[in-house]
């Protein structure tokens, strides 16, 4: 196994490759380690000439192995994309990263997962909001994973308001492992370690640029159900990251704000051209999301009839969730969406199931 992570990690490390053309790569050569016995020839298909040029194997696999070192003494877990226990939801997105570093315990595939960013010049009121939020999430018995970026601001009071309130939180970082930033951020990064977990793309020898941050925001988004935007600027990270989000067809939900705030006017926006739903309570999440709080012993029962296997592989899905997304039904029942939609449409029809905002669907009835 410690060759194939080698590997794994020493492929992330190609100049050049990202997830996108590392998935591409393993299509081509079955492995990791293959594209590394590679005739460079071969790899001309996939690579541009530069990344060809700065491919200097023996290099790279120092590194990797440098990486592998650091992995081991520090119990850092690491996700390749093809792992069982990579996160299904980023899964679905095409520019997710072919390997997680991860620190911590939490599970990254939980039922429930909300990401929470905004400015890092929160007011008062935006860090009051954020505060309440997490906290009526609790009152209202609800456990989701909160995701943020551990940067000043709301998504750091994302973070240790969820620690207070006893969920689990997810630091998706800019910078590897081995590095804190913001550095003030490092007893706050210490204490997710143990309740939630730590979380980055990058490897330890990665220079800390602008670019990264940039990049990470995609893993936020990507985590997540729904991303939550608390207090944004006409521009920003937060905006990034909403926008990622809705290009993976999630759900984006933003608080109002005052207005002529100038840390309103992003939400505003958002909700203004419909980008983003109105979220003022955690009822307004429970309707978007269709998060009950009901225990689904007490639900009726439904009689189905007349249904073809592939519509029984989806309702026996759906029985066991509150909703799901297309995205995650067409994967979990092995049905292609230029397919799926046709079921779907069928099932709706027949009133055995219903479509809900988001592009998700649940049992009618339930």
Known sequence: MSDDLLYRIALTMIPGVGGITAKKLMAAFGSPQAVFEAPRTKLENILNVNSIRSFDKDRILMQAKKELEFVKSN????????????????????????????????????????????????????????????????????????????????????????????????AVMGTPLNKVYPAPHENIARQIEKQGALVSEFATNTATTQGNFVSRNRIIAGLADVTIIVESSKKGGALLTANMALSYNRDVMAFPGRVGDEHSQGCNNLIKSNRAALLESVEDLEYQMNWSTKSRSVQKQIEFVNLTEPEQDILNLLKNRESETVDVISREVDIPLSELSAFLLNMEFAEYITALPGNRYAIKGL
């Open 75 to 170: 119990n850092v877990k690491t996700l390749f994309y093809t792992d069982d226990d990579y996160p299904l939801k980023l899964k679905l997105c095409d520019d997710a990263p072919a390997v997680l570093f991860v620190k911590g315990t939490v599970n990254l595939n939980n039922h429930k997962i909300i990401s929470i960013v905004g400015t890092r010049n929160a007011s008062n009121y935006g860090l009051s909001l954020c505060k309440k939020f997490i906290a009526d999430l609790v009152a209202k018995g609800h456990r989701p994973v909160i995701v943020s970026g551990l940067a000043y601001g709301i998504d750091v009071c994302a973070h240790t308001s969820a620690l207070s309130c006893g969920l689990d939180t997810v």
